[in-house]
């Protein structure tokens, strides 16, 4: 049996090839890191599938990754990829706005440019 996952993982680039979630990410003391690095696997491996507590939708395509104090949220792309769009430490109850827009936006950016490429 073939032990690879299925699903695939990309994180949002920006214009200038800049990764905000891989910065993000980068910073963090190494245990954040490695509960992020676990969840990421578990969504590599389960997909769609992975719920609460490791997932769990937000509004329309948006959904959560949830390691600990830490939010990604992310969106199923083309076919079995997700893209992460945007990281920030939770710190109240409900997931701000502001945080929500960021990744509408960069997602937004995303299916603006497939949809360029296909003209």
Not at 41 to 49: H, P, V
Not at 72 to 90: C, D, E, N, W
Request: hydrophobic share 35%.
């Amino acid at each position: 049996m073939n032990n690879k996952s299925t699903w695939q993982i990309y994180f949002y680039e920006d214009h200038r090839g800049r990764s905000p979630v891989m910065e993000y990410i980068n910073k963090l003391p190494a245990s954040d890191r490695a509960r992020i690095n676990n969840v990421l696997r578990l969504l590599e491996e389960f997909g769609t599938k992975l719920g609460m507590p490791h997932a769990r939708p937000i509004e329309g395509k948006l959904w959560e990754l949830r390691p600990g104090g830490n939010r990604l949220l992310y969106f199923l792309y083309l076919g079995r990829t997700f893209v992460i769009l945007h990281a920030f430490r939770k710190q109240t109850k409900r997931t701000p706005d502001r945080e929500i827009e960021i990744a509408n936006r960069r997602m937004s950016a995303i299916l603006e440019e497939e949809n360029d490429a296909n003209f």
